[in-house]
């Protein structure tokens, strides 16, 4: 039952599989995931696409929950309501395109949609001298469109993130519910993902098993996220997801070339 945590250790990809770890939960709990689009081209450096993909979500679903309970209740639930409806529609579409979808295109169109966002946030960061901007009226069809990406890339490459970030950004809110209302969106999807991942033969106990086991690292990751958070301002933030965002876009280009 513990065969497959004993064959990483045994081929010393333990130390790849613990930086990853580490490296989701200081992007949740401190950068609202801004660093977790890395998670997956890490992982293929050692791993098989099927089995990192099998491995991240367990883990995802754990650091979650450390997130989660360290924001408890900051989320805002008013701003995730209207994306349901498209995200369910988008893990519904990726169930369908998983394993026949061409990824490349798919982390193009994203990237370039994040960089080009991230560009426009930034500037507007820098003329609005640091300060939080007003809180921006999201149309119905942006929502959904942003939503419905975000379950579509979340279920082929646990990419779900960049969509949420440039949604949650034009909601002008502050870093702490930035990052509850992330972590409470990525909880909801990723277990409405578990079916897709178990009918796909993507996730068994063995994996469960291995990714409890790892628990402790994310605890350790979202604890130092909450550390480096704690002596963020909120313009600093702001910047820091900004510019990951950014920087997030220009991986998923490049890795599309």
């Given at each position: ?12 990809q ?70 349901w ?16 979808m ?15 966002f991230?560009?426009r ?26 939503a ?42 990723n ?67």
């Amino acid at each position: 039952m513990f065969e497959p945590l004993l064959q990483i250790i045994a081929q010393q990809q333990i130390w790849l599989l613990a930086f990853v770890i580490l490296l989701v939960g200081i992007s949740k709990a401190g950068f609202a995931g801004g660093l977790g689009v890395l998670a997956t081209p890490l992982l293929l450096l050692q791993f098989p696409p099927k089995e990192a993909l099998a491995l991240l979500l367990p883990l995802l679903m754990i650091t979650d929950v450390f997130t989660i309970k360290r924001y408890w209740q900051q989320w805002n639930w008013d701003l995730l309501k209207p994306l349901w409806p498209g995200a369910l529609l988008g893990v519904l579409l990726g169930a369908l395109l998983l394993g026949h979808m061409n990824n490349d295109a798919l982390r193009f169109g994203i990237g370039l949609m994040a960089s080009l966002f991230a560009a426009r946030s930034l500037s507007q960061l820098l003329l609005a001298n640091n300060q939080l901007l007003q809180t921006a009226r999201v149309p119905n069809w942006v929502s959904h469109g942003l939503a419905t990406l975000a379950g579509v890339s979340s279920t082929l490459l646990h990419a779900g993130g960049p969509p949420i970030t440039m949604y949650l950004t034009l909601k002008r809110i502050p870093s702490s519910t930035f990052i509850a209302s992330s972590a409470l969106f990525f909880t909801l999807l990723n277990w409405s993902k578990v079916p897709v991942f178990v009918q796909s033969d993507l996730l068994g106990l063995d994996t469960v098993i291995t990714a409890l086991l790892l628990s402790p690292l994310c605890w350790l990751g979202t604890w130092c996220g909450v550390y480096i958070r704690g002596f963020m301002q909120e313009s600093f933030f702001q910047y820091s997801v900004q510019l990951l965002l950014l920087i997030t876009g220009l991986k998923l280009i490049y890795q599309s070339i």
